[in-house]
């Protein structure tokens, strides 16, 4: 029997936790051993009674087996720590689950990815800083990675999917529940055109405690995470340590002062975290780790080289040109660009993230623009 599905059978064992298959992993006994261990050989790979009976009773080929046709009939994927496609990033991490349960697109999970966080209750600011940054690295191609919950991790989804771009929802729930129930359409499309995951096994009941948990997985699968909007005690902080104790990018929008909705990132920045006004912020940060698409087509289109450098000359769309040539007349500020192109501030930003990434443009201080 394959170690991928013995795994599996023991991850979805009653009261066997990430850290009591850490040390069955650690022992000197291999997966198909544990089949015909009896009660006492459970205890002695560092099992408590509860979990030596339970184990005893039930882990042989059969009970694997029907774990494994109870995940297949419900049309869910299967990864699992030793196959191929579990994600390297995650795989880095110290507390890596054994086991996820996919719905969509598995090869986004090797897609350069970042996190993006935030309140449940956001005010229009953070709604609209969240649209428009996922917007612009779904543009570059990063894919977008958030927790499917409400307020902004919605908000980033949907903006995400809106634009064409790729996403991952990371559940607090287990892979067949649907969590805030009012997100079942959005459910359904994530796993249509994007990919959804969880750790925890078909029919878990769900608790408080989950939740937090998923958000070491957020922070985990992604290069960097960015809190949009939070108080001091969101949770999404939580996946900002997490991110941090991973050895990942920290980034933060910065917010009014008097609003309490800002007070959790303005902390991060404090701490050191970078300062996001742009989407450019964030993807300046992973030029020569993005893998997109088709690379040699994306890096023709975007005027990169093979490395994912600018170079020279870089072809431009006609809305480039247009913006280079007011440029050309000198520093512009936004608020003029919008001015002298008519456009939605959407189409503008789009326009000037792709010019940055060229390197024909650089941002200056008070969102002013300026040609190299």
């Not at 969101?234 to 920290?250: F, K, M, N, P, W």
């Not at 933060?252 to 303005?266: D, E, M, W």
């Amino acid at each position: 029997m394959e170690e991928r599905w013995l795994l599996l059978g023991l991850h979805e064992l009653e009261g066997i936790g990430r850290k009591t298959i850490q040390r069955i992993w650690s022992s000197d006994y291999r997966l198909d051993e544990l089949l015909h261990f009896s009660e006492q050989k459970w205890l002695e790979v560092g099992l408590n009674p509860t979990q030596a009976r339970i184990a005893a009773q039930c882990y042989d080929e059969d009970w694997v087996h029907e774990r494994y046709e109870r995940v297949r009939s419900g049309d869910i994927g299967v990864i699992t720590y030793v196959d191929e496609d579990y994600p390297l990033l995650m795989k880095e991490t110290v507390d890596a689950p054994w086991v996820l349960y996919t719905k969509g697109d598995i090869s986004l999970l090797h897609t350069c990815s970042v996190a993006m966080v935030g309140t449940r209750i956001p005010t229009a600011y953070g709604r609209r800083a969240a649209e428009m940054l996922t917007e612009g690295l779904c543009d570059a191609g990063i894919t977008v990675v958030s927790g499917l919950a409400r307020g902004i991790d919605s908000i980033c989804h949907e903006a995400a999917l809106r634009r064409g771009g790729n996403t991952i929802g990371v559940l607090g729930t287990a892979i067949d529940q649907i969590y805030p129930p009012q997100n079942a359409s959005l459910f359904a499309e994530m796993a249509s055109k994007g990919l959804i995951v969880s750790e925890y096994p078909p029919g878990t009941r769900s608790h408080p405690g989950m939740f937090p948990q998923r958000n070491r997985i957020i922070a985990g699968l992604t290069r960097g995470t960015v809190v949009v909007e939070a108080d001091v005690k969101s949770g999404s902080l939580i996946t900002a340590d997490a991110a941090l104790e991973a050895d990942r990018d920290v980034f933060a929008v910065p917010g009014p002062i008097t609003s309490p909705k800002s007070r959790g990132t303005l902390s991060l920045i404090k701490q050191g975290a970078k300062t996001v006004t742009e989407a450019s912020d964030i993807v300046e940060e992973y030029v020569a780790d993005l893998r997109i698409r088709d690379v040699s087509s994306y890096n023709r289109e975007q005027g990169l080289d093979v490395n994912g450098v600018s170079k020279a000359p870089a072809s431009e769309t006609p809305e480039e040109k247009r913006v280079v040539l007011l440029l050309e007349q000198g520093t512009m500020t936004l608020d003029e660009l919008l001015e002298a192109t008519a456009w939605d501030f959407g189409l503008l930003h789009s326009v000037l993230l792709s010019l940055i990434i060229k390197k024909r443009i650089a941002q200056l201080a008070g969102t002013k623009y300026k040609l190299i």
